[in-house]
């Protein structure tokens, strides 16, 4: 049967293809965990940008970033820390929580901008 | 103490119900329970050692490792649910029958359980890793966090016991309609882990998002309530989902079916 072999190469150069058409990270934001409570608590990005987050967790516990909002999951051990990429983002509302902890939430606002294509 | 239970509960629960779907799905396969239980051996050690070097992979791929890392896992299993599920179609009859003959020595058939062993080791092992990270971080916080241990054990045992219960339920399936039933299911499944695995890969910047928000069910039934998590672990349920992670959904679905359906009429002719 055919179906066992897996074309991962195949898969692997559609990935590459796409890749090339995703856009470019064009902003940086910094989003830090201290005492399990996220800092800050509201992030306003860019509307239809492609940015990255770097998550930097100061505590001892080890954390994951979540928002079923954009569909990001990212673990992030103690003392240590994790790019996220998200967007381009419309503009609106986006909660993340840490899945460990969920008293600690934030959110992600995308103002909507008339100069933004 | 109560906080951890639950935090692991959640960790396992999806590892324990994947688990228990095949186990179900293989009845008549023998030497199942040792494949698998070697899949969750392997797994929980690979979960130790993703755990142990956790930043390493983090900071892989210019810091999307760990999506990657998961989505590759993801698609593994997809991989091999469907094998899975390929292979029944064209011995799921055979099975049948052999089930209803129980006295009757099953014949072994070619599927190497190896498949099986796949499934729960990838299963265990992207879960667990969380769990091992956690336990471990609370170990190293000294002994006044011993509740907070036994709380997490708890949460597995009632993370395990949900596996049971469910695979406990699909034996109550009638035996005719059981492959039927169970294949349907590990369909679903695979769908759903393909879903998630088109999150992760987006989550890489390696596919767009084609949509970050195609509709929003989230106050319909929020994803993280217990409903929205079971129903997002069996059937891929996502209140929020991208473009690419509906295309990921169905396209599997599609694949798997025309496979099942090809390697049923093969059989048909042999």
Sequence with gaps: MTVRRMPISGLLALLVTCSLFTSKVSASQILEIKNQQFSPMKLTLPQNKKVKITLKNNDNLPAEFESTDLSREILVPGHSQVSIYVGPLDPGNYKFFNDFNQAATGLITVPSSAGAN | ?270
């Design chain 2, 1 to 270: 103490m109560f906080a951890t239970a639950i935090i692991l509960f959640r960790e396992v629960l999806e590892a324990s119900l994947v688990i228990a779907i095949i186990l179900g799905a293989s009845r008549s396969v023998p030497g199942r329970i040792r494949w698998v239980s070697g899949g969750i051996a392997l797994g929980v050690a690979g979960a130790a050692l993703v755990a142990i070097f956790a930043d390493r992979i983090n900071s892989a791929f210019s810091g999307s490792g760990q999506a990657l890392f998961n989505a590759i896992i993801l698609l593994a299993a997809v991989t091999m649910l469907g094998w899975h599920n390929v292979w029944m179609s064209t011995h799921g009859k055979k099975m049948t029958t052999d089930i209803k003959n129980l006295g009757e020595k099953i014949q072994r058939g070619s599927e190497p359980p190896v498949a099986l062993l796949v499934i729960s080791f990838v299963a265990v092992m992207r879960e667990g890793s969380e769990a091992v990270l956690f336990l471990w971080a609370i170990a190293a916080g000294g002994a006044h966090h011993i509740p907070m241990i036994s709380g997490g054990l708890l949460g597995i045992a009632a993370g395990a016991l949900s596996g049971f219960f469910l695979y406990r339920g699909l034996l109550r399936i009638p035996v005719k309609h059981f492959f039927t039933v169970t294949n349907f299911f590990i369909l679903l499944l695979a769908a759903g882990l393909a879903a998630q695995a088109a999150g992760f890969l987006n989550q890489a910047g390696l596919v767009p998002s084609l949509g970050n928000e195609v509709w929003d069910t989230s106050r319909l039934l929020n994803q993280t309530s217990i409903a929205g998590q079971l129903l997002h672990i069996l059937v891929g349920y996502t209140a929020r989902p991208m473009g690419i992670q509906i295309l990921f959904y169905l396209s599997t679905m599609l694949i798997l079916l025309l496979l099942m359906r090809l390697a049923r009429l093969s059989r048909k002719k042999a």
